[in-house]
């Protein structure tokens, strides 16, 4: 493809309750290393030409200094707050995107995010505006009432579990977004394909990550994830 623009979202925003710690998950120690680290570090080595970190409004100096500084992460040009909701920061990320051609959105609480997964979606976003990365679901799943009672057994042929990074065509998510804000809409918002495909009837394009890209919220991922830590990731992560 011809040359484009293309940055990166890093959403370190969330507080991440469900660990029951007092840091926030994207900041606890995987093998020596923050968690946030491992996205980061992807993303510097990738093709994309700049990263904006989302983080909490309180912790925007101490990401400078003990992230983005400390392990000299070059292409990080700009800090800024989130919001109240993931979708919040977001949109403040959008807005600090400002002139490019294709943005990628990545929580940063997922450490195993690669270089492959990065040119995949991109990949994606080039060829249909709106593109994710995810993987088939290994399990059976019901879809259930409010009682708890299975009311539908959906194929899983035709399940995917959606991971990120999510790449899009700059314009089209940020129009997704500017039209979820316009409303006072009462749904939940997961991921940001969801918003192109509901307010801008966008397909989305899924291409196969990895079972592995984990999004890191409870006590048994960080588990998990020190398991899936290859020894040479993190002899790497020591010398960095």
Sequence with gaps: MDRKTVKAIVLAAGRGRRMGTEVAKQYLLLNGREVLYY???????????????VAGEDEISWCREHIV???????????????????????EGLLAAAPCDYVLIHDGARPFITEE?????????????????????KDTI?????????????????????????G??????????????EGSYQIP?????????????????LVKGSYQNIKVTT???MEL????????????????
Excluded at 168 to 181: C, G, T
Excluded at 225 to 240: C, H, I, T, V
């Design 39 to 53: 996205s980061l570090k992807a993303f510097e080595e990738s093709l994309v030409d700049e990263i904006i970190l």
């Design 69 to 91: 500084e400390k392990y000299g992460f070059s292409k990080v040009k700009t800090v800024i707050a989130g919001g109240k909701e993931r979708y919040d920061s977001v949109y």
């Design 117 to 137: 997964m990065i040119g995949d979606v991109l990949r994606g976003a080039v060829d249909y505006g709106s593109c994710t990365t995810g993987m088939p679901v």
């Design 142 to 166: 019901k879809i259930v009432d409010g009682d708890g009672i299975a009311e539908d057994t959906p194929d899983r042929k035709s399940l995917w579990a959606v991971h990120t990074p999510q």
């Design 168 to 181: 899009f065509s700059y314009p089209v998510i940020l129009e997704a977004h500017e039209k979820f804000r």
């Design 189 to 205: 918002v997961t991921d940001d394909t969801m918003l192109a495909e509901l307010f801008l009837r966008k397909k989305t394009k």
């Design 219 to 221: 006590p048994e991922d």
């Design 225 to 240: 994830a020190q398991m899936f830590l290859k020894p040479s990731d993190e002899n790497a992560a020591r010398k960095k």
